[in-house]
T-cell receptor, first 113, second 113 residues
Framework: AQSVSQHNHHVILSEAASLELGCNYS??????LFWYVQYPGQHLQLLLK??????LVKGIKGFEAEFIKSKFSFNLRKPSVQWSDTAEYFC???????????FGAGTRLTVKP | EAQVTQNPRYLITVTGKKLTVTCSQN?????MSWYRQDPGLGLRQIYY???????DKGDVPEGYKVSRKEKRNFPLILESPSPNQTSLYFC????????????FGQGTRLTVV
């Protein structure tokens, strides 16, 4: 069965630091890739998605992610984080042969002012 | 406005008392699913539905039931809740197939005492 791995459980950064959150998946076929963000006490919101085409995708709030097919990775990046980016971030994968969306365990980001 | 609506947002109940969490979407999506979110485990799928009268088990279906009598509604039923079902629950909907994103409800925080 496909799985999604997020390497960091909790990341603590100071404001203006750069961010990279790792995500790897185990499915070898055609995939859709997503990053969702969950602010404290809120529901999941889509940050960005990759369906096809340019492997570098840009999302909301200055986030971007790069799909590297050979590494089965879809890492999330932001050059300069803000205190308001404090949240939990989930990587998710959707595969061709079903509609299931598989989630990673999540990475909690704390940004210190 | 496109949305997925869950009710209630918060619920405290006692062991064994049947409860239903409702989920409704206004986007005419075929696919709907339920997830539970637990710390360190990310989101795990409980049940999903590909269309009206078509439901199937996800990864953690034990102790839950669902029904899909209408396209817009997908209630989650706990016939006899137990404390290990204390969790944060999310309903999601999407069109079927690849190149579609999922939309999430606001979440239901359930506590079973």
């Amino acid at each position: 069965a496909q799985s999604v791995s997020q390497h960091n459980h909790h990341v603590i950064l100071s404001e203006a630091a750069s961010l990279e959150l790792g995500c790897n998946y185990s499915y070898g076929g055609t995939v859709n890739l997503f990053w969702y963000v969950q602010y404290p006490g809120q529901h999941l919101q889509l940050l960005l998605k990759y369906f096809s085409g340019d492997p570098l995708v840009k999302g909301i709030k200055g986030f971007e992610a790069e799909f590297i097919k050979s590494k089965f990775s879809f890492n999330l990046r932001k050059p300069s984080v803000q205190w308001s980016d404090t949240a939990e971030y989930f990587c998710a994968v959707k595969t061709y042969n079903n509609n299931d969306m598989r989630f990673g365990a999540g990475t909690r980001l704390t940004v210190k002012p | 406005e496109a949305q997925v609506t869950q009710n209630p947002r918060y619920l405290i109940t006692v062991t064994g008392k049947k409860l239903t969490v409702t989920c409704s979407q206004n986007m005419n999506h075929e696919y709907m699913s339920w997830y539970r979110q637990d710390p360190g485990l990310g989101l795990r799928q409980i049940y999903y539905s590909m269309n009206v009268e078509v439901t199937d088990k996800g990864d953690v279906p034990e102790g839950y039931k669902v029904s899909r009598k209408e396209k817009r509604n997908f209630p989650l039923i706990l016939e006899s809740p137990s404390p290990n079902q204390t969790s944060l629950y999310f309903c999601a909907s999407s069109r079927t197939g690849l190149n579609t994103e999922a939309f999430f409800g606001q979440g239901t925080r359930l506590t079973v005492v």
